[in-house]
């Protein structure tokens, strides 16, 4: 299917090129039996952008509800946004949807641009709005007059972040990349297709980019000033591929939290033992995520391609309900690993409980 934007894309595509390994159940974990279907769970970083005829009864099965979250890119026409399509969707779907709004440092030397966005991000509150969005621009992409990259510690963006605090709305943080992004492109890495058919955002290629350690080092010192701002730093915070690095700075900023949309890749790489321990230690902290959405209008389908999308939309989740709860060995996104097993408790927090007490929903 190529309707899907990129984590789908390449879920799927995994999915159906790599050989399952013959299954097999872990020595060091007790088969567990988990009942998903009866877990509720929240999707909290999807960009469904568009209805489709299936979802509802698809999502209904899987005890399940999104956030349909709103990215902010510029191109030569301006700013270029799915707020819009976002809201409409939520209102014709209100029980499976929510809304997140999106920030982007474009026009940030103007001296009313703090203002613009608050009254802008003030009206999609009011819309329904949950959270707002702050994407990689920040750091790797959007500059200022000057020519700087605009980091997310920018003390310009300070109003904003205060307005925030006064409306009790956190932010969802995609900061930074995989640190694959600064490296040159390996096969054998989760994200090495992203980065081929992504190559704009391949750092290794691009020296003027800021390195990975600048923009995290930002990262932390926002989290750090802003110790009233709840944070969701997206992506397991652009560290998943060591749970010892997001570890430290949960330790160290009680008010950041994460989600693991498009990186369970990089999870199923590590030692199975120290995921689950991570799992079990922060389970109040982590919040499931997978980024999964689509990008074309349902009428450009026919139903034939529908069922498809349905069909590789369902099988995807599906996988990642395995790694969460199962104990057998499995693929994901082409890393041989192992179900981690996690408890029924764990999985309530994570799927629900989390993202419920976190968006006051």
């Known amino acids: 299917m190529k309707n899907f934007i990129y984590p789908l894309i390449t879920t799927f595509s995994l999915l159906a090129c790599t050989p399952q390994s013959e299954k097999k159940t872990s020595s060091d974990l007790e088969p567990v039996s988990v009942d998903i279907g009866s877990i509720k769970k929240i999707d909290v970083h999807a960009h469904y952008r568009y209805s489709r005829p299936y979802l509802s009864d698809l999502f209904k099965k899987w005890n399940m509800q999104a956030g349909l979250v709103d990215v902010a890119q510029a191109d030569s026409d301006g700013i270029n946004r799915s707020w819009d399509n ?6 014709d779907n209100p029980d499976i949807a929510f809304l997140c709004s999106s920030l982007i440092g474009v026009g940030i030397d103007a001296p009313d641009y703090a203002q613009q966005e ?12 949950k959270m707002v969005k702050v994407w990689k621009n920040f750091g790797m992409v959007t500059k200022d007059d000057s020519g700087k990259f605009i980091q997310i510690d920018d003390p310009r963006l300070q109003p904003i972040w205060d307005f925030l605090v006064s409306k009790g709305i956190p932010v969802m943080a995609h900061i930074g990349e995989p640190v694959q ?45 802003n110790p009233d701002l709840k944070i969701l730093c997206a992506h397991n915070g652009s560290m998943s591929h060591d749970t010892d690095m997001i570890a430290e700075r949960l330790d160290k900023f009680p008010n950041m939290y994460v989600e693991l949309a498009a990186r369970f890749g990089d999870l199923a790489r590590q030692d199975n033992g120290k995921v689950r321990a991570y799992f079990k230690k922060y389970q109040d902290r982590i919040m499931f995520g997978s980024d999964y959405g689509n990008s074309r209008p349902e009428d450009e389908f026919t139903a034939a391609e529908l069922e498809e999308e349905r069909a590789d939309l369902d099988e995807s989740y599906d996988v990642l309900w395995k790694y969460l709860s199962g104990a057998d060995s499995m693929v994901v996104r082409r890393q041989k690993t192992l179900g981690l097993g996690l408890s029924t408790e764990i999985l309530q927090k994570v799927y629900y409980q989390n993202i419920v007490d976190f968006l006051k929903l």
């Open 118 to 129: 608050i009254e802008r991000l003030g009206r999609e509150i009011d819309s329904g709005a």
């Open 86 to 91: 976002y809201l409409v969707h939520a209102q």
């Open 181 to 225: 992004a600064w490296r040159p492109l390996d096969p054998g890495n989760p994200h090495y297709g992203y980065y081929q058919n992504n190559p704009q955002y391949h750092a290794y290629n691009f020296p003027e980019i800021p390195t990975y350690e600048t923009i995290i080092t930002a990262r932390d010192n926002w989290i750090e000033s």
